[in-house]
């Protein structure tokens, strides 16, 4: 089985990041998992996407959580879901990529536990060490996620504390918005 990774990026108040950013594949076979957060007063939201090697997508999921305003919270629990799904799937092996350099921060290190989502950090860091048997935890760009933002987009929109999850084959539209990643990183 391939080398999967996962992106995790943070938007607040409905910015979605620069609509000029590229996804690529991950090549060596690795497996891309997308992961942002959308940021409303009361509602926080975040999606993921996770691509094989070559780019394609193979799982997505949307989600919104209540009542949290803490954007390092949103995105332990988006790491989390992302995590478990990839488990699910028997994914082995990944990239761990994320446009938030704090939460890079808090899954490399302790620094962040006993910070809010500090339990989140260390549940997440716990799943990679008995989960996984390769991860790497990288920085990455912020635009380099737009389909995962999209979906966050859509999480936005969801009940609070429900999970959308969506396993190869994946809906039209979560194909059309990697297909769309897929085609402007050849422009």
């Not at 594949?25 to 007063?41: C, D, H, N, Q």
């Not at 620094?111 to 060490?129: P, Q, S, T, V």
């Not at 935890?137 to 936005?156: D, F, P, T």
């Not at 969801?158 to 396993?167: A, F, M, R």
Request: charged share 20%.
């Amino acid at each position: 089985m391939g080398i999967y990774s996962i992106r995790i990026g943070l938007n607040c108040c409905g910015y979605l990041g620069d609509p000029t950013g590229k996804v690529y594949p991950s090549g060596y076979g690795y497996r891309k998992i997308f992961l942002p957060v959308t940021a409303a007063p009361v509602k926080v939201a975040w999606g993921f996407i996770i691509r094989d090697d070559q780019g394609e997508g193979i799982a997505a999921g949307a989600g919104a959580l209540s009542h949290l305003h803490e954007p390092m919270c949103a995105e332990a629990e988006a790491c989390l879901n992302a995590l478990k799904i990839a488990t699910q799937l028997g994914i082995s092996r990944m990239i761990i990529e994320s446009d938030s350099a704090a939460l890079v921060q808090a899954l490399k290190t302790c620094d962040m536990d006993y910070a809010l989502g500090g339990l989140r950090f260390r549940e997440a860091r716990n799943l990679i060490n008995l989960d996984f048997l390769d991860v790497s935890i990288q920085h990455c760009k912020r635009s380099c996620n737009l389909c995962a933002h999209e979906l966050a987009r859509l999480g936005l929109n969801g009940d609070p504390n429900q999970l959308s999850v969506w396993v190869d084959p994946l809906p039209q539209f979560v194909r059309n918005l990697c297909a769309r990643d897929l085609a402007e990183q050849i422009i």
